[in-house]
Nanobody
Framework: QVQLVEVGGGLVQAGGSLRLSCAAS????????TGWFRQPPGNEREFVAA????????YYADSVKGRFTLARVNARNVVYLEMASLKPEDTAVYYC??????????????????????WGQGTQVTVSS
């Protein structure tokens, strides 16, 4: 059974930093694409970042590009989302998601929430102004 567990959320002041971790179990992690999505209060879930199975490619939403960094350590089945220069508009529940990599993957498939099969429970990030 595939499980994804996110940790690292919390309350931080604007301009601060947080690191989210997503630990996977029940998968051969090296064959899985991993992504982060977020759901701000009263809004729909949106793409944040994604990383290919071998970390050769990373993708970021324009709103976080240059501030967030995604990395993975396959030997530990963990993906990290480093968030810097946080803004109040980054406030959201952050979700880790995963799916098996496919030979037909394009950059577009990394951005779509409905392409992912497994989801964590979410972790709250609150940025105060």
């Amino acid at each position: 059974q595939v499980q994804l567990v996110e940790v690292g959320g919390g309350l931080v002041q604007a301009g601060g930093s947080l690191r989210l971790s997503c630990a996977a179990s029940g998968v051969t992690f090296t064959t899985y694409v991993t992504g982060w999505f977020r759901q701000p209060p009263g809004n729909e879930r949106e793409f944040v970042a994604a990383i290919s199975r071998n970390a050769g490619s990373t993708y970021y939403a324009d709103s976080v590009k240059g501030r967030f960094t995604l990395a993975r350590v396959n030997a530990r089945n963990v993906v990290y989302l480093e968030m810097a220069s946080l803004k109040p508009e980054d406030t959201a529940v952050y979700y880790c998601a995963a799916r098996q990599a496919r030979p037909t993957d394009t950059s577009t498939t990394y951005y779509r929430a409905n392409e992912y099969d497994y989801w964590g429970q979410g972790t709250q990030v609150t940025v105060s102004s």
